[in-house]
């Protein structure tokens, strides 16, 4: 048998995840339109779990950072073992950046920590493109390469699956027979599909003239204080902040205190793009104008990150362009950081 490499067909994927759900949450994505959505494993809904497609309209921070929860004091959280199935590599991705932030720092986070300890993460390569993804111009992929326990590779019925480390060998252990060996026609089939999907989303970002990292490197550097070309890119801006909410980098958090409760604190998801982000007591904001908040936004992406990490904090995933009630393409925006200019596209 090739090293890691195995088959499974999806009635014995659909049965494993049921016996995994009996002691575990399990979540799975199922479509709705054109969108997939998270959503816990229900074996009465599996005609409508989608494995392949793209990334689901939520990004996987929700399960790892919850948007809001109390800190102390608070309700007792779930502690089964979570199992996320169905992850695309835009956001497997992400994760450098959230480990990063909650887990490098002194102290981490305790609370994003044991989260993180407790899933398994099962991935799946995407299986068709849309115009707004652009993975690959941030050096992705559309399909998963690292930060995953399991990785599914559907074809019809039959599922190349590859395991990485000890999560993964757990299940396949406890469950050895759902999985068979894995035969040099599916690999094929594997590769395949992925140069293809590989090839749609070149497509797309040659067809945008999206800037790939070269391009950006140093830019936002050097057009960090042209006022005018800043506050041309906020102009339509309405501050709502979903770019942050929707975005599987974006980390910031706001603490706050319940003064109906004794000593019961919280945190919520906050926005770069808020008004009152940065503002200090006594009403201080050195970031008071919509554009130096927005400009903010990016230079942590493509310039603080880089610094600090070596990778930018943008996965090419396109969540926020399909977002953003002002209708700010953040690739239209990097083009004008790389160029200077801000060529406004008109409203597809």
Known sequence: MRENLYTITKKDLFDLLARIAVSSRVVVPYINGE??????????????????????????????????????????PDTRPLVLVGVKACDLASLDIQDFVFLKGDPEDPLYAEKRKRTTIISVDCTYAKETCYCMAMDGAPYPTGNFD????????????????????????????????????????????????????KSFIDKRGTPNIAAIKGKLKENYNKTELWEE???????????????????????????????????????CLYKSFARVAGGANPRKH????????????????????????????????EACAGDIDIREVLKGVVTGKWNKPPHE
Not at 291 to 313: C, I, M, Q
Request: aromatic share 10%; proline share 5%; glycine share 8%.
């Open 35 to 76: 969108q997939l959505y998270f959503g816990d494993f229900d074996p009465a809904k599996e005609s409508r779990i989608e494995l392949g497609g793209i990334r689901q309209a939520e990004p996987i921070k929700t399960f790892l950072n919850h948007p809001r929860e109390m800190v102390v004091n608070g309700k007792k």
């Open 150 to 201: 399991i990785n599914l590779s559907v074809m019809d019925n039959n599922i190349l699956v590859e395991a990485a480390g000890p999560k993964a060998n757990d299940i396949i252990s406890a469950y050895r027979m759902f999985f068979k060996e894995a035969t040099p026609h599916l690999i094929g089939i594997r590769d395949s599909n992925r140069n293809a999907i590989s090839g749609e989303v």
């Open 233 to 271: 890119m906020a102009s339509t801006c309405v501050e709502c902040g979903a770019c942050n909410l929707v975005c599987p980098t974006c980390h910031c958090f706001l603490l706050f205190d319940e003064s109906n409760r004794p000593a019961t604190r919280g945190r919520v998801w906050d926005s």
């Open 290 to 321: 919509l554009y130096e908040r927005l400009r903010n936004r990016f230079d942590k992406k493509f310039d603080f990150f880089p610094e600090v990490l070596g990778k930018l904090a943008c996965t090419g995933c396109g969540r926020c362009i």
